[in-house]
Antibody, heavy 121, light 112 residues
Framework: EVQLVESGGGLVQPGRSLKLSCAAS????????MAWVRQAPKKGLEWVAT????????YYRDSVKGRFTISRDNAKSTLYLQMDSLRSEDTATYYC??????????????WGQGTLVTVSS | DIVMTQGALPNPVPSGESASITCQSS???????????LNWYLQRPGQSPQLLIY???TRASGVSDRFSGSGSGTDFTLKISRVEAEDVGVYYC?????????FGAGTKLELK
C-alpha cells in the first residue's frame, strides 16, 4: 500500500524558513517523480513543485521560484521542501504527491494527508 | 499559464441521478501523441484529493465505473452516474500538458 506521510509544518513568522518532509513507502520511491501541492484555507489546489525520479530536474511555480527548493533522498525514500523567505500567502496545507506513470511527472496518483503551514507574526 | 475554468452544479443533486461537471482549458490539451493531458480529482470533506480520471477518460485504479470522462481538446466533462453519498465533495480538473500544472477552481457536489 502506497503511503505518504508529511511532517514539518507549523507556525512561522514572515521571512523565516521551514522544511517539510514526506516519508514514502509501499512503492519504489526512486522510480517516480514527486511533487508538492498546496491548498490555502478554504481554497482550491495549487501545484507548487515537482522533482524528477532521480532528482536531475526540478520545476516550480513562479511565485515560489527562488524561495522554495524541492529535493529528494532516494536512499531514505524521502521528499523535502525547503521553504525560505516565507510570506503570508504561503499559508496552506501542503500535500506530498506521487506522480503517476513510471518515470514521468504526469497525474498525481497518490496524496499524503497534508501538513499545515501558517505564516503569521 | 493554462487557465482551467470549471462550471457549477445545480446543487443539491438528487441521490441516484446523474451529474455532469464541465471544465474548459485556455489551450488545447491534446498532445501530438494523441492523448489529452487532463485529469480529474475528488476531494471529499476533510480528506486529501484522490485521482479519478487521467488522460481525460481513463479511470484510475479502484475508481467506480459510475465515473466517466470525455471531451475535446479544450472542453471536458466528468459524468457521475447514479450519484451516491460517497460522491459528495469538490471535484477538480487539472492539466498536465505543461508546467506550471494548473487546476480548476473546483466544483462542489452536494446530495439531496
Amino acid at each position: 500500500e502506497v503511503q505518504l506521510v508529511e511532517s514539518g509544518g507549523g507556525l512561522v513568522q514572515p521571512g523565516r524558513s521551514l522544511k517539510l518532509s514526506c516519508a514514502a513507502s509501499g512503492f519504489t520511491f526512486s522510480d517516480y517523480a514527486m511533487a508538492w501541492v498546496r491548498q490555502a484555507p478554504k481554497k482550491g489546489l495549487e501545484w507548487v513543485a515537482t522533482i524528477i525520479y532521480d532528482g536531475s530536474s526540478t520545476y516550480y511555480r513562479d511565485s515560489v521560484k527562488g524561495r522554495f527548493t524541492i529535493s529528494r533522498d532516494n536512499a531514505k525514500s524521502t521528499l523535502y521542501l525547503q521553504m525560505d523567505s516565507l510570506r503570508s500567502e504561503d499559508t496552506a496545507t501542503y500535500y506530498c504527491a506521487r506522480h503517476g506513470y513510471y518515470g514521468f511527472p504526469y497525474w498525481f496518483a497518490y496524496w499524503g494527508q497534508g501538513t499545515l503551514v501558517t505564516v503569521s507574526s | 499559464d493554462i487557465v482551467m475554468t470549471q462550471g457549477a452544479l445545480p446543487n443539491p443533486v438528487p441521490s441516484g441521478e446523474s451529474a455532469s461537471i464541465t471544465c474548459q482549458s485556455s489551450k488545447s490539451l491534446l498532445y501530438s501523441d494523441g492523448k489529452t493531458y487532463l485529469n480529474w480529482y475528488l476531494q471529499r470533506p476533510g480528506q486529501s484529493p484522490q485521482l479519478l480520471i487521467y488522460w481525460m477518460s481513463t479511470r484510475a485504479s479502484g475508481v467506480s465505473d459510475r465515473f466517466s470522462g470525455s471531451g475535446s481538446g479544450t472542453d471536458f466533462t466528468l459524468k457521475i452516474s447514479r450519484v451516491e453519498a460517497e460522491d459528495v465533495g469538490v471535484y477538480y480538473c487539472q492539466q498536465f500538458l505543461e508546467f506550471p500544472y494548473t487546476f480548476g477552481a473546483g466544483t462542489k457536489l452536494e446530495l439531496k
